[in-house]
């Protein structure tokens, strides 16, 4: 998954030709004094990039913060930012939606038209292929699926993924974010078979890449179980539920929220099965 949010890369350190001998200083005055100095010019490096990112929102959004809502805008701007290239939400549980990357980024129903502004001004300007155009119709997808507007979260994760098979390959994580992000939406529009195929398929890809052990791997696991448990399929569910616990316990220890919320699922889906015996 990837950032909107660059730096330029400034060579602070490259010494100047001496075209005349100079005084001999102090190791630790020159030292000193080099520091100083770099550590001025980087200052001045930072303060001029704030500058110029402050100068380009504003004149991507008409920021005036002397008129009602704009600053407003400017924030969702900058969270849709913080949001970019990682919009996959934590995870599922099954006292919560499926997403919750909207609420945890505070968005509510005013935020859509603005995310709408952002994806609309890049496409304009960075094109539809762009990384920062994919990262922000992800935002808008994931906060449209927060506002329970699913279908249209659906079709908007369902072109990413095709941009980031194609541009990206079948492999990339951002691919593999973009893949759960679908299958989520397909989840809660009641979908089940065609989430459990993704979450299956996003499982198998994240275990040969990223190996069985990696957060993401283990967030696929729990969706897939979940997906297999609203399919009525109990003992597969508390089978996925039951290896992430063992897996998270051992990894995280056995008072992170992570493996709490396995201990929670699997409790539900042990009760499920018993009641269907």
Do not use: C, W
């Not at 072109?159 to 299958?183: C, K, Q, V, W």
């Amino acid at each position: 998954m990837p950032t909107t949010r660059r730096g330029s890369s400034t060579d602070l350190t490259t010494p100047s030709a001496e075209t005349s001998p100079t005084p001999q200083r102090s190791t630790a005055s020159t030292a000193a004094e080099m520091r100083d100095t770099q550590a001025s010019e980087v200052y001045a490096t930072l303060a001029r990039l704030f500058r110029s990112l402050l100068a380009k929102a504003s004149e991507a959004h008409a920021f005036r913060p002397d008129e009602p809502g704009q600053q407003e805008a400017l924030e969702d701007v900058v969270g849709a930012g913080q949001q970019d290239k990682r919009g996959e939400p934590a995870e599922q549980d099954d006292e919560t939606d499926l997403t919750d990357g909207g609420r945890r980024a505070g968005l509510t129903q005013s935020s859509i038209p603005r995310l709408e502004q952002v994806l609309a001004d890049r496409e304009r300007s960075l094109g539809s292929d762009h990384p920062d155009t994919l990262a922000s119709r992800d935002n808008l997808a994931n906060a449209l699926h927060d506002m329970g507007r699913h279908q249209e979260a659906a079709d908007l994760h369902q072109r990413n993924l095709t941009d980031y098979e194609r541009i990206l390959g079948p492999d990339h994580p951002d691919t593999l974010t973009s893949r759960n992000n679908l299958a989520n939406a397909l989840h809660d529009m009641g979908r089940h078979q065609e989430a459990a195929d993704l979450h299956q398929r996003n499982l198998t890809d994240r275990e040969r890449i990223l190996g069985p052990d990696h957060p993401d791997t283990l967030t696929s696991r729990n969706n897939l179980a979940l997906a297999l448990h609203d399919m009525g399929r109990h003992q597969a569910a508390a089978d996925l539920h039951q290896r992430n616990l063992t897996d998270r316990e051992r990894i995280l220890g056995p008072d992170h929220p992570d493996t709490l919320t396995s201990r929670n699922n699997l409790a539900r889906v042990q009760a499920a099965a018993a009641r269907t015996r």
